[in-house]
Every structure is written in structure tokens, then in C-alpha cells.
């Protein structure tokens, strides 16, 4: 989804704040591709806050998710004729595959196994469809995975789950200030949860029983942007499933 259409989706959510906010960045796509929060705030006469606010209200885990899709719409618009699409595709694979393979899904299979309900979070648009594939693939395992949408969801769960519930909890910084509390409040309340972030150093996978993380790739797009794929998430997806599929079958072997 472009981002025009997230704001369009959210409009509802925004204040006159925010939309100077939007109309300073639907102006200065390609400006706000570089510069930094601080920079837009200046120029809007807001709070980096309030930045971090009107993103988080289109459905983006941070200023961050922002500037990356405004750098995959630019690219779609004006690739640059010298570069080889299919080369860096083929290098974006293979550095992908070369990533996942790092992984090992060992202690988060073993958590899943002994759980008696799987929950999952996810902070953004790009981590709801992350956590529908996820859904999708574990249901042939017969784990059904309940998704909670919102903060108030969250807090109702909170009340009825145990240290024999998991919690897979999905965001691309790890940083977002209610990702890190639902993380606080897992972790004070020893419900086990797993982390599944873009970067291995963050707060959210320091609280997390098991954390899953992918490191971004950029692929170029023109000559002067470029984006960062989303690809390994859906692969680290697809190839835990794969390990799990295969867990869950050496412990039906070993119980026969």
C-alpha cells in the first residue's frame, strides 16, 4: 500500500497537525527520503514526537517504515536504466538466503511446542502481513494462532494468559514505545514471548524470551534511492515453519 493510500485509510485519526505534517511530506517526497526527523519537524514547527505520532497513526512502526516506503515509491517511479534488475535481484536472494541460514529456530520451536495458545502482535502494516503469513502456514501444524489488534486487546489478554501462553510479537525497530511496553509488561509477568525484529540489538529482543531478527538489504532502485527489502522477513517466516514442521515430527517420532 503507498503511503497516500495508508493516510487516506487513517484519515479519520489525524488532527490539523498532522496533515501540515502530511502535505509538507506529499510535497517533498524525494527531500524526505534523506533528511531526518528532526529536519521535518523543524520545517513543520512540531515536536519529533508528533512525528513519530502521525506515523504511528497510518499503521507504521516509526519515521523509519515511513522513509522506506517513500523510497520504494520513488524507485517504482524512476529506475535508473543502468542498473541491472535482474543482477541485483538475484545478489538480493542470495544475501537473503545467506542471512536466514544464520538462524537457528531450535528454542523458538520448543517454545511453540509446549505452549497451550500462541498469540501474536504485530506494529505495523508490513508486520500484519508478516503475521497473516505466519497464521497461514502454522494452521497445517495445527497451531492456531490468535492475532491482537490494539492496545486495549492487548491489556484484556494480558488479564487471561499464563506462563503456558506464548506471545510472538512482530516489529521492525524493536523500539516503538508501546511495543517495548507490551514487551515490560510479558516480561514482569513471565509470560514467555518471542521477538521477531530487523535488527538483533534492540529493547524489545532484550526483554524477549527467544528473538528472531533479520538484518535489512538494500536493493537499488535508481541512482540516488534505494529501498530496503522486506523479502527475508516472509522468508525467516517460511523457513521456521519448515524447521517447526520438522521439530513437531521428531517429537511425535519420540512419543510413538
Same mark, same amino acid.
Given at each position: 500500500?503507498?503511503?497516500?493510500? %495508508? &493516510? ?5 485519526? @489525524? ?8 502535505? =509538507? ?7 524526505? *527520503?534523506?533528511?531526518?526527523? =528532526? ?8 515536536? !519529533? ?16 517504515? %515511513?522513509?522506506?516506503? +517513500? ?17 541485483? /535481484? &538475484?545478489?538480493? *536472494?542470495?544475501?537473503? #538466503? ?12 520448543? +517454545?511453540? =511446542?509446549?505452549?497451550? !495458545? ?7 502494516? &508490513? ?9 497461514? +502456514?502454522?494452521?497445517? *501444524? ?13 491489556? !484484556?489478554? +494480558? ?23 507490551? #514487551?515490560?509488561? @510479558? $516480561?514482569?509477568? #513471565? ?19 527467544? $528473538? ?9 532502485? /535508481? ?13 525467516? &517466516? ?8 520438522? =521439530? %513437531? ?6 512419543? *510413538?
Amino acid at each position: 500500500m503507498k503511503l497516500d493510500e %495508508l &493516510v487516506s485509510h487513517n484519515l479519520r485519526k @489525524l488532527n490539523p497537525t498532522d496533515l501540515i505534517i502530511w502535505r =509538507y511530506i506529499y510535497k517533498n517526497k524525494k527531500k524526505c *527520503c534523506h533528511i531526518s526527523i =528532526y529536519d521535518i519537524a523543524r520545517e513543520c514547527n512540531v515536536s !519529533r514526537t508528533t512525528i513519530l505520532r502521525f506515523a504511528k497513526k497510518i499503521s507504521l512502526d516509526g519515521f523509519s517504515d %515511513l522513509k522506506m516506503i +517513500l523510497k520504494m515509491e520513488l524507485g517504482q517511479d524512476d529506475i535508473s536504466p543502468s542498473i541491472d534488475i535482474a543482477e541485483a /535481484a &538475484v545478489d538480493l *536472494c542470495k544475501k537473503v #538466503g545467506e542471512e536466514v541460514a544464520k538462524q537457528d529456530f531450535n528454542r523458538a520451536n520448543k +517454545l511453540i =511446542y509446549k505452549a497451550t !495458545r500462541v498469540f501474536i502482535y504485530s506494529s505495523g502494516y &508490513v508486520q500484519e502481513n508478516v503475521a497473516n503469513e505466519m497464521k497461514r +502456514l502454522f494452521i497445517s *501444524c495445527n497451531i492456531l494462532i490468535y492475532e491482537i489488534k490494539g492496545i486495549d486487546e492487548f491489556q !484484556r489478554i +494480558l488479564k487471561n494468559i499464563d506462563q503456558t501462553d506464548l506471545f510472538i510479537i512482530i516489529s521492525l525497530s524493536g523500539e516503538s514505545l508501546h511495543v517495548v511496553d507490551f #514487551g515490560n509488561q @510479558l $516480561h514482569m509477568n #513471565g509470560i514467555p514471548f518471542i521477538s521477531l525484529t530487523r535488527l538483533k540489538s534492540n529493547t524489545l529482543a532484550s526483554l524477549s524470551t527467544e $528473538h528472531i531478527y533479520i538484518t535489512p538489504i538494500a536493493m537499488p532502485t /535508481a541512482v540516488d534511492t534505494a529501498y530496503e527489502s522486506m523479502l527475508m522477513f516472509f522468508l525467516v &517466516v517460511e523457513v521456521w515453519y519448515i524447521s517447526y514442521s520438522r =521439530y %513437531l515430527t521428531e517429537q511425535l517420532q519420540d512419543n *510413538c
